[in-house]
C-alpha cells in the first residue's frame, strides 16, 4: 500500500500544509517539513514556485516570486530532497504547476519523485484528458500518485470521472477562487461539503482552498477526511518565520 | 485543414486546454457551444450586420503605390486601421460578445496590451449594455494612456495588473484569475489567437473576414484570389491568423510572420517567441513560449505594446514548426522607421504593432510582379506619444 493510502487509512481527520519550496530562504524546503512532521502533520504539499501561477491568489504569488528569486527551481528541489526518507515519514507531494514539469521532462521527472520518495502530485494546470492521452502511463510506471481537484462548479458526471482516475485522494477546492482570496465558509460551502459527502465517492476527499484557522477547519473536515492549509500557513511564515511552525499548528488542532 | 485546428483542439503538436479544473466548467461549456452557436443563421445575420453597419466593413485592399515604387513589387495594404476603433481586434470582440451574449453571461471581462483589445471590448460592452472589467498591465497603462481614457469613457473598469512584468502576459493572469473567482455569469473576451482551445480557433474563426474580403478583393483587382505573400505582425497572432486563415492550406501562399525583436533578438529584451522560444504551456495552451531551461515563463521586452507578449498562439507556433510560415524579426528601431516611411509614402500612421511587418521591405525583396498584402492591423494615433518620444517631434 502506498504511504498516502495508509495515512488515508488512519482512524483520524488529516492535517496537510501547503508551503512553497525555498521560501522564506531557499534553504527553508527541508527544516519546514521537519518542524510540520515533528509538530504532529500529516501531509505535506510541497509547492514548485512558477513565475505564472494562474490559480493562486496574492499570497502564494508572492511567496513564488520571492522564492524563484531566491534561486529555486525543479533540480534545486530534487537536490534539497534527497535523502529526505531519512528523516520525514508522511506522504510528500509535489504540486505546482505543468510547464516546469515538462521542461524537466514528465519521464525525467517521475523517475526523480521515486527516487526521492515523493508520493504524489498534484498539477492543476495538467487536466484530466491531456494527463490520461499523454502522460498517465509515465506516471503509473513510476507509481506516482496524481490528484485531481473538483470545484463547486464540478458536475457530477466529471466528479465521478475525476474521482475514478484521481490517486490517493481528490483535492476538494472549497469555493470559486484562487488561493488565499475567501474569507470564511458560508451556507455556500456547508451545501457544497453536503452535497459531495452524499455522493459517497471511492476516494477520500481533502478540502483545500480558504481553510485560515481552526473553525475552517472543523467546518471543512466535518464530511470530509482531511483538509489543506496553504495561503495561511504561508502568511504565517511570512510574519513569524519558521520559529512560528509549532504554534501555528497546535491553533489548527 | 493541414494547418488547422483538429477536433481535439490541436495544430499539430501545439494547443490543446492546459486549464486548471476551476475553468473547466466555463471553457468546456464554450467548447461545446462555439461551432453551433456561430452556426446558427440568426448569429450570422447579426454579426454580420454589425461587421457592415457597426465596423465599416469591409474594410479597403488598398494598393500602395508608393511604397511599391520603393520596394519594387506589388503591395497591397488590408486597412484594418479602418475599422471602428481602429485595428482588426473588435472583429472579434464583436463574435465574442454575441457568442456571451448567447451564453447568457452577463459580466465581461478581457486583458489589453496596447489597449487596443481592451477599447474594442469595451465598445461592444457598451453597445451591448454589459459590465465590462480590463486588465491592463501598470507599464502599458502608462504607454498606451489615450487607450486607457477611451476605455474609461466608454463605461469599463481598467483594472492595473502589478504582477510580473506588468505587461500583457499579467493582465491575462489577472484576467483568468478573475475568471476563476466569477465562474457562473462572465465571459473572458481574449483578444488574440491565444489561451486554451475553442479559444484560438474561435477568436480566428471571427478574424477570418480579412482573408475572407482580401479574396473577394484581390479577384476583382487582379483576377486572382490568392496572392503570392501576405504579411502580418505576430503578437499572439490574431490579426495574423485571420490573414492567413483562408490561405493556409494553399501553398503557393507565402505565409510571413513578423515578431517583435526588441532591441535585438539577443539583446535579452526581445518577444521574437519563434527565435527564443520552447515549446510549452503558456495561459492553458501548448505552445512556443519564451522561457528559462527550468520552465520559468520569461518576460518579453518590444516597444510596441501589442507584440510585448512572450507566447504565440498555437496555430502560429505549428506554422513556423512546419516550415508553412516564414517566421523573421524586427528590432524597435527598424519598426519605427517603417512606421515613419509609411506615413511620408502614403498618408497612413500605423499602429506600432503594424509598423513591424511594414519593417520586412527593408530586408527582404520580392519580384517586381509579385502580389504582396500586408495587413494593416491597425492605426498609430494610441501610439502617438511613443512616435513622439522616439523622434522628438
Ligand atoms: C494594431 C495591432 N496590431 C497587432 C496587435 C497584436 O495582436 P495580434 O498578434 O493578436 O494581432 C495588436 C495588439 O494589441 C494591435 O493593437
Redesign the interface.
Known sequence: MTRIDKKLQEKKTLLSIYFTAGYPKLEDTVPILEMLESNGVDMVEIGLPFSDPLADGSTIQASSTQALKNGMSTQKLFEQLEGIREKISMPLILMGYFNPVLQYGVENFCKKCEEIGIDGVILPDLPLAEYQEHYQTIFEKYGLANIFLITPQTSEARIKELDAASKGFIYMVSSASVTGSKQGFGVEQTSYFNRIAALKLKKPQLVGFGITNKETFQTATKHAKGAIIGSAFIKMLTETGVSGISSFVKGIR | MKYNVNEKGYYGDFG???????L??NVEELRQNYLKVMAEASFQEEFQELLKEYVGRPTPLYFAKRLSAKYNTKIYLKREDLCHTGAHKVNNTIGQILMAKRLDKNRIIAETGAGQHGVATATVCALMGLECIVYMGEIDIKRQAPNVARMKMLGATVVPAT??SKTL?DAT?EA??DW?????NTHYIIGSVVGPHPYPDMVARFQSVISQEIKNQLQKKENREAPDYVIACVGGGSNAAGAYYHYLDTPEVGIIAVEAAGKGVQTGESAATSALG???????SKTLLM?T??????EPYSISAGLDYPGVGPMHAHLYASGRGEFISVTDEDAMQAGLELCKLEGIIPAIETSHALAIFKTRTFKPDAIVVVNLSGRGDKDLNTYIDYFKL
Open positions: 490543446g486546454a492546459y486549464i486548471p479544473e476551476m473547466y466548467p504582477s510580473g502576459k493572469n483568468i484569475r476563476i473567482n466569477n465562474p457562473t520552447k515549446t510549452g504551456i503558456i495561459h492553458g522561457q531551461p527550468d520552465g520559468q515563463i520569461t
